[in-house]
């Protein structure tokens, strides 16, 4: 059962708009949250995370947005970049050591 | 280089064989973790190593599924009686942190096919 959930497989855009990526969680343990971006042929590779005390986290043009009510958190891109094409994964834990993993939100900017 | 290493990057096995995937953490990571994820997919946790801790199993599949690390630091998946449901990519990832409040390094993983 897909605790953590990425309902948009895909996503186009246009370079220099903003992308919104969208995740949805289902347990409520659930304290920090991350998200991960991967390109073809190499390991995802961490983007930014936010704990569950705050509702935003910001890192130059990569922001990230918790509402803890809805249990839904999103990935901000802005502006974006061709370079930002890639599979951006979000990911939650419990604060222990296992993570859960989104099926993953294929982005393509485009120039 | 600096990052996990994972070894070999593709391999295509015979169902009913058995395969060992390794991994390289980055030095001085404590904790190594295994996912796999299958086609359409998202990351399935399938084990974690934390010190000298009794790992975690609580992902493995089946028993056909086991992991071991040696010393602290390399770690080897192995599969049994390999069936076609195993292909996916398998991903290995390190982190410092005792806590899950860390983020993790992963490797570029090992794609098993099998046939």
């Known amino acids: 059962d897909q605790q953590v959930k990425q309902n948009s497989p895909s996503l186009s855009v246009q370079e220099g708009r903003i992308s919104i990526l969208n995740c949805d969680y289902t347990?409520?343990?659930?304290?920090?949250f991350l998200w991960y971006k991967k390109y073809p042929a190499e390991g995802p590779t961490f983007l930014i995370s936010?704990?569950?005390?705050?509702d935003k986290n910001e890192d130059g043009r990569f922001t990230v947005f918790l509402n803890k009510s809805a249990k839904h958190l999103s990935l901000h891109i802005v502006p974006s970049q061709p370079g930002d094409s890639a599979v951006y994964f979000c990911?939650?834990?419990?604060?222990?050591?296992?993570?859960?993993f989104g099926t993953g939100t294929s982005l393509t900017v485009i120039p | 280089g600096a990052g996990v290493s994972q070894s070999p990057s593709n391999k295509v096995t015979e169902k009913g064989k058995d395969v060992e995937l390794r991994c390289d953490p980055i030095s001085g990571h404590t904790a190594l973790y295994w996912y796999r994820q299958s086609l359409g997919q998202g990351l399935e946790f399938l084990i974690y190593f934390q010190g000298n801790s009794a790992p975690d199993k609580s992902g493995l599949p089946s028993d056909r599924f086991s992991a071991e690390r040696t010393g602290g630091s390399v770690s080897t998946l192995t599969i049994q009686r390999t069936q076609q449901e195993d292909s996916a990519v398998y991903l290995c990832a390190s982190s410092l942190a005792r806590t899950g409040k860390n983020f993790q390094y992963f490797g570029a993983g090992t794609r098993l096919s099998v046939l």
């Open positions: 990911a939650a834990s419990e604060g222990g050591n296992q993570f859960y």
């Open positions: 347990n409520s343990m659930f304290d920090y």
């Open positions: 936010i704990s569950s005390i705050k």
